[in-house]
Structure formats: C-alpha cells, structure tokens
C-alpha cells in the first residue's frame, strides 16, 4: 500500500523559505513512472496545485506561484521536496504531497500544516 | 489557465439524489481528464471518480459521473449520511501540465 507521509516547520516568518519533504512508501507498487506533486488548501479555501515531478528529472510548477516553487526528489531514497521562496501570510495552508497516475491524483499523504505569521 | 466552477454547496435528504456540476471557462480545454475528489473535513482528498467514468474499488454505485466537452457532473443517488463531504472537479492541464481544480462543494445531508 502507498503510504505518503510529509514534514516540515509548521510555523514560519514572512520571507522565510519554506522546506517540505515527502517520505514515500509504496510497497510493492511502483511508481517510477507517476508524477510526484505537492499541492495546497488555503484555510476554508479549495485546492491548488503547486508543482510537480516527472520521472526525477522533468520539474512543472503553478505559474501564479511566479517562480517562487522547486520541487526536487530523490526516488532511490523514495521522498521528494517543496521549497517555497518569500513565503507570505498568503502562503499559509495545508500542505500535501501526493502521487498522480497520468491526469489522477491517486494518493495522498495525511497534509501538514504550515502557518506564516511575524 | 482554465477555471472550474461548482456550485459552492448543494444540500438532500437521505434517500435523494444530488447533482453536483462543474462547468469550465476555456473550451480548448475540455473535460477529458475530469476526474472528481472528495474530502471529509481533516482528511486528505480522496478520488470518487475516475475520468474514465470507473469508480475506485470502496466507492459505492450510487456515485456516477457524466461529462461533455465543456462541463461534467457527480451525482450521487440515495443520498446517506456518510456521503457528507466536500467535492472537487478537477482537469490536468497540458498547458500548464499541472492541475486545476473546481472551488468545491459542500455536501450537506439534511
């Protein structure tokens, strides 16, 4: 069973980086050939998609993001990573990574909430 | 980018059935890859529809989808308790090669 579990500061200052990883666990499933994606929700808001990963190599992100995302993973040590630039109280939200099978997003780990306050 | 619109809320008694759509704003677009998540406050989401129309293993076939090129819809025949949730459209965008996603609806069971 694929299990995705992320991790990062849960508390942060605007201007600050935001760093998240992803562990991923996927049995005997392989992935190699999904998207690793990190997405948001805003409090009481929907969900946005921030970026994704391709085959370790080939990176997309949000265009509204303005160039602020990177996603990077190692798939040999199964976990991935979001670093978000010049974070913002806008930036505060529920932060998921998930696996996504052509266009599905099929898993999804638990979310980890990051909160941006001075 | 495109943009999803759903209704920001539908509500039903036990035993109806619900619609709930999602219409979409660029007709280049289309609804080829909608596929329909649903969310249970504090919970992750989790996919009730494929695009496909298939249904994931655990979801009942009271939940079915429709589609045309430029909107599609999640219905859910006799409406239980447990079906009260948040619900989102969403398409992939080969454009942006990312996802978009619906506002959501919330699913309120009377």
């Known amino acids: 069973q694929v299990r995705l579990q992320e991790s990062g500061p849960g508390l942060m200052k605007p201007s600050e980086t935001l760093s998240l990883t992803c562990s991923v666990s996927?049995?005997?499933?392989?992935?190699?050939?999904?998207?690793w994606v990190w997405m948001r929700q805003s409090p009481g808001k929907g969900l946005e998609w921030i970026g994704s990963?391709?085959?370790?190599?080939?990176?997309y992100h949000n265009p509204s993001l303005r160039g602020r995302v990177t996603v990077s993973g190692d798939m040999s040590k199964d976990h991935f990573s979001l670093k978000l630039t010049s974070v913002t109280a806008a930036d505060t939200a529920v932060y998921y990574c998930?696996?996504?099978?052509?266009?599905?997003?099929?898993?999804w780990g638990q979310g980890t909430l990051v909160i941006v306050s001075s | 980018q495109s943009l999803l619109t759903q209704p920001p809320s539908v509500s039903g008694t036990p035993g109806q059935k619900v619609t709930i759509s999602c219409s979409e704003n660029?007709?280049?677009?289309?609804?080829?890859?909608v596929t329909w998540y649903q969310q249970v406050p504090g919970t992750a989401p989790k996919v009730v529809m494929f695009?496909?129309?298939n249904r994931p293993s655990g979801v009942p076939d009271r939940i079915s989808g429709s589609k045309s090129d430029t909107s599609a819809s999640l219905a859910i025949n006799a409406l239980q308790s447990e079906d009260e949730a948040h619900y989102y459209c969403?398409?992939?965008?080969?454009?942006?090669?990312?996802?978009?996603f619906g506002g959501g609806t919330r699913l309120t069971v009377l």
């Open positions: 998930a696996i996504a099978a052509q266009s599905v997003l099929l898993y």
């Open positions: 990963m391709f085959l370790g190599e080939t990176t």
């Open positions: 996927t049995g005997s499933i392989s992935t190699t050939d999904f998207y």
């Open positions: 660029n007709s280049n677009i289309g609804f080829g890859t």
């Open positions: 969403a398409i992939y965008d080969h454009g942006v090669n990312g996802w978009v």
């Open positions: 695009p496909t129309g």
